[in-house]
């Protein structure tokens, strides 16, 4: 197993938005979280590279890293889990200054302090991976939304993360640039990379998930392979959830 999570616990301020989260993620597996606004989706996410940091529980990864935040968790040990992860946000967060390649080689170079040369050959390469070798010179404001999230995808690669985090990745898009930036993520399921994706989109998670979880309310209500939580879920709220989304009025 890649990561085990144990009783992870998240207030902000009187408000308990993650109860008792227990979760495992397999190594080459994508993991998809679904359930509707406020249900504590974003926040599991955030806390899995540290954005947020968990009022209790427990963090076990294979390599022999833990995290207990039951106790004071040391800078060190954040930097590490942060290390393991990519983030992909709702809105793209690119530098608007900066080319679609800057965008991508700005961490390599400022954070692990990798050669320039390198990591110019690597970046060229994930633009190229997802869709956009022609497009490598162009500021944000030069390129579409989808275009926009791909360079966000592939600056994510470029740290050459173990997990790969998706916060709702299709969200601020047009629906009709929303299958670009999907099929680029399916590309990368083909390829073994270790997934955690919040979406909307029920349809997707069923194609690219081995494992969904439904959240609501702080809990994880139900989890399991997708043919079961999305087709056959057991519990009642799970299925008022997708026949909404399913058949909207």
Same mark, same amino acid.
């Given at each position: 197993?890649?990561?085990?999570?144990?009783?992870?616990?998240?207030?902000?301020?009187?408000?308990?938005?993650?109860?008792?989260?227990?979760?495992? /993620?397999?190594?080459?597996?994508?993991?998809?979280?679904?359930?509707?606004?406020?249900?504590?989706?974003?926040?599991?996410?955030?806390?899995?590279?540290?954005?947020?940091?968990?009022?209790?529980?427990?963090?076990?990864?294979?390599?022999?890293?833990?995290?207990?935040?039951?106790?004071?968790?040391?800078?060190?040990?954040?930097?590490?889990?942060?290390?393991?992860?990519?983030?992909?946000?709702?809105?793209?967060?690119?530098?608007?200054h900066k080319t679609a390649l800057q965008n991508v080689?700005?961490?390599?170079?400022?954070?692990?302090?990798?050669?320039?040369?390198?990591?110019?050959?690597?970046?060229?390469?994930?633009?190229?991976?997802?869709?956009?070798?022609?497009?490598?010179?162009?500021?944000?404001?030069?390129?579409?939304?989808?275009?926009?999230?791909?360079?966000?995808?592939?600056?994510?690669?470029?740290?050459?993360?173990?997990?790969?985090?998706?916060?709702?990745?299709?969200?601020?898009?047009?629906?009709?640039? /929303?299958?670009? /930036?999907?099929?680029?993520?399916?590309?990368?399921?083909?390829?073994?990379?270790?997934?955690?994706?919040?979406?909307?989109?029920?349809?997707?998670?069923?194609?690219?998930?081995?494992?969904?979880?439904?959240?609501?309310?702080?809990?994880?209500?139900?989890?399991?392979?997708?043919?079961?939580?999305?087709?056959?879920?057991?519990?009642?709220?799970?299925?008022?959830?997708?026949?909404?989304?399913?058949?909207?009025?």
């Open positions: 197993m890649f990561l085990t999570i144990n009783g992870l616990a998240k207030s902000f301020g009187a408000n308990e938005v993650l109860k008792n989260i227990d979760v495992s /993620v397999e190594k080459g597996r994508v993991v998809s979280i679904i359930g509707p606004s406020g249900s504590g989706k974003t926040t599991l996410l955030r806390c899995l590279n540290a954005l947020e940091q968990p009022d209790k529980g427990m963090f076990l990864f294979d390599d022999g890293l833990q995290l207990n935040f039951e106790k004071k968790v040391t800078k060190k040990e954040l930097l590490e889990l942060r290390r393991k992860s990519g983030m992909v946000f709702q809105s793209y967060n690119l530098f608007p080689t700005e961490g390599p170079i400022n954070v692990q302090k990798s050669k320039k040369t390198e990591v110019e050959e690597l970046a060229r390469e994930l633009l190229r991976k997802v869709g956009l070798e022609d497009k490598m010179d162009l500021y944000p404001h030069q390129l579409s939304g989808g275009q926009q999230q791909r360079v966000g995808i592939a600056r994510a690669l470029a740290m050459e993360p173990e997990l790969m985090l998706f916060d709702e990745p299709t969200s601020a898009l047009d629906p009709e640039l /929303v299958g670009e /930036v999907l099929r680029v993520i399916k590309d990368l399921a083909k390829e073994n990379w270790t997934m955690v994706i919040v979406t909307h989109e029920i349809q997707f998670a069923s194609e690219v998930s081995d494992h969904v979880i439904f959240m609501d309310g702080g809990y994880i209500v139900e989890q399991g392979p997708p043919e079961e939580v999305l087709k056959y879920p057991k519990e009642e709220r799970t299925k008022q959830f997708l026949h909404r989304i399913l058949n909207p009025a």
